[in-house]
């Protein structure tokens, strides 16, 4: 078979896999909170430099070991 016509494998598409991945290992869920509320969650993930994910698992944490 000619070289040139060989059929090619397709190309990775990093998109498409991390898409994939997030689907397959993780949940998405959101709040309605008071412009206030959001303000503070917003000032304490900037003051402790965490993400809004790890303020609400450091949450779920600290109530379960109440």
């Known amino acids: 078979m000619d070289e ?3 059929e090619r494998p397709p190309k990775f598409n990093k ?8 689907k397959e290992h ?3 869920f ?3 909170l008071k412009p206030e509320e959001k303000q503070r969650v917003d ?3 900037k ?4 993400s809004k994910s ?3 698992r450091l949450a779920l944490e600290m109530f379960e070991n109440q």
């Open 47 to 50: 003051k402790e430099g965490i």
């Open 43 to 45: 000032d304490y993930c």
């Open 15 to 22: 998109s498409k896999y991390n898409t994939k991945y997030q």
């Open 30 to 32: 959101s709040a309605n």
């Open 4 to 6: 040139k016509y060989m």
């Open 54 to 56: 790890d303020f609400i």
């Open 26 to 28: 993780y949940a998405r």
